[in-house]
């Protein structure tokens, strides 16, 4: 339409994961969430939130969220960036980072709203191709190579589950010249963590969110982790109120409950594992993941019509329409119960 900008009339909109009207019986397993309720200390601070003071602006930085993000992840409070999800960090990032003539650089298959943000930006957009023959593994040394003002790598990424070695996040670091976004949405999942890349690399900047280990995708949670100075830069751009009081509140609570989290990360790693062993032992190539997702080579190739199948049986899983997944599904991990229910579902389908 004449009304839009070129870029914006050409770009594809992101297109979010089915979120259906009523769940029922449906095992839903396409937008990696994390199966279980969010801590009972969290939805304490949801139902106690009645009083009066929402007739007020909230603390315009979070600061409930930031302190506890301190106090949990042993970092000072004034590095951390609250925002109304961790994609609202990758929109920040983009507006104050991004434009024509500046270049965005993110291995591929990833998170397409890194695609998506560079594609708003009218930057310049370089992809760089992970191999299913290399397992699907980041070419650290071609990511560098190709010299972006920002950099995304999504660790432990998705759809592949394939996580970064800090070192190898360290390097990338010390060789770029631009900023380096290490986007840890799953991290909660992971073996290690690139937090300790912050004390010496003041070109990075940490995403998390509470969307995924801690069981609040509905409240949109999620944070930037960085130096201050750095920071500064990005806030810049962040709309005023981006944290609502209850959001900030309840997910400050839910940090503070390290105990709750650490039991649903145990048990989805459990059933990831358990996942893991049963999709093979029905032919699929299961890829291995850190996530709290498994992606998955189906084996009559056909992804689509297993993903269609399942939905028939009431198991939403994700098919990535475009070429390169046309053979793989990315399925969430769920509790014990959704994943039985998966693989009744995936043993009445007749496959070739
Ligand atoms: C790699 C990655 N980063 C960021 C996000 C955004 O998470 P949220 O905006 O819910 O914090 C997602 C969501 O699926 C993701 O997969």
């Known amino acids: 339409m004449k009304f839009f900008r070129d870029n914006i009339n050409e770009m594809q909109a992101y297109i979010p994961g089915e979120q259906p009207a009523n769940l029922g019986q449906i095992a839903k397993l396409n937008t990696n969430e994390n199966p279980y309720p969010p801590s009972p200390r969290a939805l304490e601070v949801l139902r106690g939130y009645t009083d009066g003071n ?73 992809e760089i191709p992970t191999s299913e023959a290399e397992d699907f593994r980041i070419p650290i040394d071609a990511v560098i190579a190709a010299a972006g003002d920002v950099t995304f790598l999504s660790s432990p990424n998705s759809p592949t589950g394939v996580a970064i070695d800090p070192d190898r996040l360290d390097y990338a670091a010390e060789k770029l010249d631009g900023l380096l976004v290490i986007d840890e949405a799953y991290a909660d999942f992971a073996d290690a963590n690139a937090l300790k890349l912050l004390e010496k690399r003041n070109n990075v900047i940490i995403l998390r969110t509470l969307s995924k280990g801690y069981s609040l995708a509905g409240l949109r949670v999620g944070f930037g982790i960085a130096n201050p100075q750095l920071l500064e830069g990005v806030l810049k751009t962040k709309s005023i109120y981006n944290v609502g009081a209850i959001p900030a509140a309840v997910g400050a609570a839910a940090l503070r409950d390290q105990t709750y989290h650490d039991e649903c990360v145990r048990k989805i790693i459990e059933q990831r594992g358990r996942m893991s062993q049963e999709l093979s032992a029905r032919s699929c190539k299961v890829w291995a993941s850190q996530g709290n997702f498994l992606m998955v080579t189906v084996p009559d190739g056909n992804a689509k019509s297993i993903c269609d199948g399942l939905k028939d049986r009431d198991v939403l899983v994700r098919y990535f329409n475009n070429p390169a997944m046309a053979d793989k599904l990315r399925i969430s991990v769920g509790s014990k119960c959704e994943v039985d229910k998966l693989l009744a579902g995936w043993d009445s389908l007749e496959l070739k």
């Open 54 to 126: 929402l007739r007020l602006y909230p603390d315009a930085m979070a600061r409930d969220l930031q302190l506890a993000v301190g106090d949990v992840l042993g970092v000072p409070s004034d590095w951390v960036l609250p925002g109304d999800g961790s994609d609202d960090l990758i929109i920040m990032i983009a507006r104050s980072c991004l434009a024509p003539g500046r270049r965005v650089v993110f291995p591929t298959p990833t998170f397409p709203y890194y695609k998506t943000q560079g594609q708003i930006a009218a930057a310049e957009i370089v």
